[in-house]
């Protein structure tokens, strides 16, 4: 089993910029999470989907932040327009309700 | 906030047995305890979940008291590659009729083994 898979691992842009992050979650899994974390703040949960389809997203931190889940393998976390303050790694995890599995993350350095 | 109280940091000789105590004094009867690890860099990484009853896998153990209102994460012979941050979550069970929520992370405990 390959795992979570995230792409792209690193990414460094310019304030103002559009930046999508995309996960592919492990085959047959029906839960699918995005956190994000920063050392003020931690790990935070920004958004999950069960099948496809978004249940919370509470923690998305502004309207600037979206998540989409097309299919049941593949979701993208977008921020746009990006500010220096979205600098943080954000992580994918998957499950099917129970110990959830993480990605590698996604370091985000917006300059 | 996390529901989970947990030393902010513990050193333990190579070859020793860590042990990390968490306390969730305020766990419901539909809560599972859940024990993550993340090294620097990675993303976390599942150990154990529990219920009440006591669990060992070829990681660790876990230890849970009978009221429930505490854990340990036991690692038996700590190496040099267990260093990480441990987590202590408690997370509401599916079997309570919920669906699976996100984790709650709390800052967790700084393991460092020292050589």
């Known amino acids: 089993d390959a795992g979570v898979i995230q792409s792209p691992r690193h990414e460094v842009t310019e304030m103002g910029q559009e930046v999508t992050l995309r996960c592919k979650p492990i085959s047959g899994h029906d839960y699918l999470f995005w956190y994000r974390q920063t050392m003020m703040r931690g790990l935070e949960l920004l958004i999950y989907?069960?099948?496809?389809?978004?249940?919370?997203d509470s923690g998305m931190p502004e309207d600037r932040f979206s998540a989409k889940m097309p299919n049941a393998s593949f979701s993208t976390l977008k921020i746009q327009p990006s500010e220096p303050r979205d600098s943080a790694v954000y992580f994918c995890a998957s499950s099917l309700g129970g110990p959830d599995y993480f990605g590698p993350g996604t370091r985000l350095t917006v300059l | 906030d996390a529901k989970t109280t947990q030393p902010t940091s513990m050193d333990c000789a190579e070859g020793r047995a860590a042990n990390l105590p968490c306390n969730h004094s305020t766990i419901s009867g539909n809560e599972y305890v859940y024990w993550y690890r993340q090294i620097h860099s990675q993303g976390p990484q599942y150990i154990f979940h529990?219920?009440?009853n006591n669990e060992t896998n070829e990681m660790a153990s876990l230890i849970i008291t009978e009221d429930r209102k505490s854990s340990t994460l036991i690692l038996p012979h700590a190496t040099l590659r267990d260093t990480a941050v441990y987590y202590c979550i408690v997370r509401v069970a599916l079997y309570s009729g919920g669906g699976a929520d996100g984790l709650t992370f709390g800052k967790g405990t700084h393991l460092i083994i020292q050589p």
């Open positions: 989907f069960n099948n496809n389809v978004p249940i919370d």
């Open positions: 529990g219920l009440k």
